[in-house]
Nanobody
Framework: VQLQASGGGLVQPGGSLRLSCAAS????????LAWFRQAPGKEREFVSG????????YYGNSVKGRFTISIDNAKNTVYLQMNSLKPEDTALYYC????????????WGRGTLVTVSS
């Protein structure tokens, strides 16, 4: 599976962005897809995830109520709508896939940079 993340950019605090993660290749093998982020000097953080079937969604505590994950199976694309952005949301955002519920995430995409600053 190959992943391509896009949609990052510079936004003011309180603003919104929508990230996209487009999957290609063996998409039939995807069990779930998740967004992670990593800020300079910090550890990687789980942001949000969704089962490829779209049945369940998951959110990290720091983004609950502000971010929404969704999937368009026809386009093999997962979206992350980010609202009420804060400076602490600044990070490199990237997506990864999981082949089964007990498997680690992999097939990492290159990532897209989100900067929240006035």
């Amino acid at each position: 599976v190959q992943l391509q993340a896009s949609g990052g950019g510079l936004v003011q605090p309180g603003g919104s962005l929508r990230l996209s993660c487009a999957a290609s290749g063996r998409t039939f093998s995807i069990y779930a897809l998740a967004w992670f982020r990593q800020a300079p000097g910090k550890e990687r953080e789980f942001v949000s995830g969704i089962l490829w079937s779209g049945e369940n969604t998951y959110y990290g505590n720091s983004v609950k109520g502000r971010f929404t994950i969704s999937i368009d199976n026809a386009k093999n694309t997962v979206y992350l709508q980010m609202n009420s952005l804060k400076p602490e949301d600044t990070a490199l955002y990237y997506c990864g896939t999981q082949g089964g519920p007990s498997e680690p995430f992999g097939s990492w995409g290159r990532g897209t940079l989100v900067t929240v600053s006035s």
